[in-house]
């Protein structure tokens, strides 16, 4: 294989190997292939070889093996310099100093604020902004339907109700998200060239220092604020840790809320029963929404974490150096724990609380609960508000955003009814 993404040549992708289809043509087929390809796969990203797990167990099982570590200098590959800053997807990884790159004490260190702003009880106060914006937007939609009457939900509605939620709690002005969202839109994107990527990047950069920088010198009552002020007796954090958190918290708090809400709509309206269901009061949002997490993820693979030692997962040995993916999608359709019917969207699912779409240990989401919130808000405020809506275009029509690690789409159509 061509691969112009790394310093060194790569070798033809071994048999066994699933390549990641960074167009993301035939998303189903290649979380089938994940799972078929076993408990560990060999992965090619773009001509760099990883590991992946795909089964519930031993993912559970290597999140908590303090073996493996987030910090990209115990990656092989990066260490012989065959892995560049060139490789599309080095921002997922090399993305600064943060709670999402650090372990151990330190990670604790970095992350204890975050994940204390964000409890059920703290997002309590903040549910009826989440309300309010999320009425402000159906209003939006309403106003935004065309001559033929068809509105695309996400950019009017899925996109920026997460973005006005965590710029909110992070501090970040109204008047930058359409800014955010653009830049993110291009982050993900396999289509943006490596060199936009990285400029793109630095930009983000300066935005997020000077934000830090403003609110050091005139703290509010935001989390960017709450982050920059020293624990109790504790060290504060750095510039350059603030900063790595907070666009932690932005990128992640925006991109996979669009993905949650968008993906129960689309389940919801290709399972009219089970809509039936939720509206007749026969089942919950919150079934809804767990079983869309399980069914369709909205992280597709997370990168990456690399072994510090040799690691054994039944018949494979990570080795020291290598790196290790872990694959939300095919984990959520894993049979050995939903079922042989993995594969089919059941809101009645038993298992359906059982999903390991947050991660687990150390590194699991800070932001679960705020999800669960934004999603219980937004799913049945949409659908009082339009009980007709359906989709404008046959569901197979809808298009993935070519996009590696994210479970989004282009667009998605709808008829508000
Ligand atoms: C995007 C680029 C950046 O500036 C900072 C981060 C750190 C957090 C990452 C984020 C990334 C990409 C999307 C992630 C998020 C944490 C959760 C989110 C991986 C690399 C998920 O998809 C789970």
Redesign the pocket.
Known sequence: MNCPHTAAAQTDPGAGTVVIDPMVQDLDGETARLRDAGVLARIDLLGVPAWTVTRHAEARQLLLDQRLVKDIDAWGLWQSGVVTRAWPLI???D??R?M??VDGAEHRRLRTKTSQALTPRRLEAIRPEIEKFTDELLDALDAARGEDGVVDLKSVFAQPLPMKVVGMLMGVDESQHAMLTRQ?KA??SMLTPQEERLAL?AE?DVFYTDLVREKTARPTDDLTSALILAEEGGEPLTEEEVV?NL??????GH??TIGLVLNAVRALLSHPDQLRMVLAGEAGWDAVIEETLRWDT??TH??MRFATEDITVGDDVIRKGEGVVVS?RAIGRDVGHHGPDADAFDITRPTRNRHMT??HGPHI?P?AALSRVEAGIALPALFTRFPGLRLAVPDEEITKLPVM??NDMTAFPVLLG
């Open positions: 921002g997922m990884i993305a600064g943060s999402f790159t993110y982050f993900f990047l983000l790595g666009k932690a918290m932005v990128a992640a991109e996979t909205p992280t997370l990168l939300y947050f991660g989401c932001g690690t994210q």
